[in-house]
């Protein structure tokens, strides 16, 4: 295995909003390389608490290496989607602060086996979590024109998804996709040559929206904030980083919504419905990577990092 990189975005924003204390308990559900969580870690003593959980066995075995100085350090491999159950299960009721860094690490776009990136020739596969049976060859081939078109229009925002998805199908009716190469030359086929020349890699958004769906992102973030919300003690704080449109709308909605939750109808003059507030949004615009960054790394500049604290 090569060294496991991942620049730490908004590494001291970051820690400054999860107002970290010595003697909290900490869970980062994307470890990822530990890049913030060595910086949490640090910070705690010897009565804090580290939770690491990453579904990347790559990231696992780094990040084991990387934080093995540190006392009270428990590193799991899960989605973070299964947060509360872990946390429960290492005997923690509460947590002072909870971490998620949404972005795929540069040692996953950069290990040209996993089949990430569009600059590389590999087997399709993208899954973040090996042990699944389901990889991005499974999609291209076996999703209906309607649905691939669907996943490209929706998670990739693509202007060209129809047409996308039209020239996939056209392929594989030829020969199965079993490349990222193969799966670029479809997409390149299907976007004008005046528009390619003129932005970004014209496969960019189609694979963003594989790996999406691949891994269930957004429906693993959908369903998982309420219940961090609710493993936080009071003053605890969520802090999330997005790279998305869509994820980041799913962090401000559900956020918007543990702050105020209150369905009455505005005219009401008091709350009936009895829906409490469980904190406070800490970001009312979220907080976005300095120019230094992203000098330092150009993958940061989708990054937007939103907080909540528990009431």
């Keep these: 295995m090569g060294e496991f990189k991942h620049y730490s975005v908004m590494l001291n924003e970051t820690i400054e909003g999860l107002n970290v204390r010595q003697g909290g308990t900490y869970v980062d559900g994307t470890l990822g390389g530990a890049g913030h969580a060595s910086v949490v870690c640090r910070l705690l003593d010897n009565t804090g608490n580290f939770i690491g959980i990453d579904q990347d066995a790559d990231a696992i075995k780094a990040a084991s290496e990387r934080l093995s100085t540190f006392n009270n350090v428990k590193i799991v491999r899960d989605n973070y989607e299964n947060m509360v159950s872990v946390v429960r299960s290492l005997g923690h009721e509460r947590v002072s602060g909870i971490l998620l860094d949404l972005g795929v690490s540069s040692y996953q776009l950069d290990t040209v086996e996993r089949g990430f990136s569009y600059h590389n020739d590999a087997p399709l596969d993208m899954r973040m979590d090996d042990r699944a049976d389901r990889t991005a060859r499974d999609i291209v081939n076996g999703y209906s024109e309607n649905d691939l078109f669907r996943i490209i229009r929706d998670y990739g925002e693509d202007q060209f998804a129809k047409n996308i998805a039209k020239h996939i199908v056209a392929a594989r009716k030829e020969k199965e996709i079993e490349t990222t190469f193969e799966l670029v030359d479809c997409i390149k086929a299907a976007i004008p040559a005046k528009i390619r020349m003129a932005t970004g890699h014209p496969a960019k958004k189609t694979f963003q929206a594989i790996r999406i769906e691949l891994n269930r992102e957004l429906d693993v973030l959908k369903d998982s904030i309420d219940g961090m919300i609710d493993l936080l003690e009071p003053g605890g704080r969520l802090c999330i980083i997005t790279f998305h449109s869509l994820e980041d709308r799913i962090v401000k909605s559900a956020f918007k919504k543990n702050e105020n939750p209150c369905t009455c109808p505005p005219n009401f003059p008091v709350c009936v ?12 615009k979220p907080i976005l990577p300095s120019e230094k960054e992203l000098e330092e790394n150009s993958r940061s500049k ?6 909540f604290e528990r009431a």
């Design 302 to 307: 989708s990054a937007k990092l939103r907080i």
């Design 273 to 284: 419905c009895g829906k409490k507030s469980k904190g406070k949004v800490i970001t009312n």
